[in-house]
């Protein structure tokens, strides 16, 4: 096969067209960030939950949080996701133990951010489809993101957020 004339490579995992650095170095340029790559990384990689906080004052009522966050070795990776989707949070390392053969980094959203990041890959995810989908119905049903005022939440909005949080936890 002749490569003098290739000016690019496709490659079958991505579907996505690499061209390399320099003719004949066989080293490729960085992949462009797909929704597809990251729902993918994602399905493997990430985790979205619906987090019960609970007080220590046993006055304050519980609480209930979306979130998602992601925990990888490769800093690059990461920072290919977080960059792709327009992401604001910052990357952290993870405290590095024994067992760890390398240093460990993670990324974490809560909130309306969690929710645009689980929203937009949400057509593309496969493995995680049912947890992001009880995730925005949990958001839209349940007051995501609303302050429950000085009386608190209702019996009802109560008991809605703890049905999501229960089947969220089954789903795992």
């Known amino acids: ?4 004339n290739m000016t690019s490579e496709v490659n079958p995992a991505t579907a996505q067209t ?4 320099s003719p ?3 080293v490729l340029a960085k992949p462009a960030f797909t929704l597809a790559w990251a729902a993918g990384f994602v399905d ?3 985790f979205i939950y619906i987090g ?19 925990t990888q070795n490769n800093l690059e990776v990461l920072e290919h996701l977080r960059d ?3 992401i604001t949070e910052p990357i952290y390392k993870v405290k590095r133990l024994p067992q760890h053969s390398r240093q460990v980094y993670t990324l974490n959203c809560n909130g309306k951010n969690a929710l645009r ?3 937009t890959l949400l057509p593309f995810l496969v493995r995680k489809r049912e947890e992001a989908q009880t995730a925005v119905a949990y958001w839209e049903d349940c007051m995501g993101g609303k302050r429950p005022g000085g009386k608190g939440w209702s019996s009802q909005v109560t008991a809605d957020r703890e049905a ?3 089947h969220m936890r089954a789903l795992k």
Request: net charge positive; charged share 25%.
């Open 18 to 21: 690499q061209t390399p650095t």
């Open 24 to 26: 004949g170095s066989g």
């Open 164 to 166: 999501k949080f229960l």
């Open 117 to 119: 990041l689980i929203t």
């Open 1 to 4: 096969m002749n490569t003098d």
């Open 84 to 86: 792709g989707l327009g």
């Open 52 to 70: 019960k906080l609970r007080y220590r004052d046993p006055r304050r009522k519980l609480s209930y949080r979306l979130g998602f966050c992601i």
């Open 44 to 46: 493997g990689e990430g």
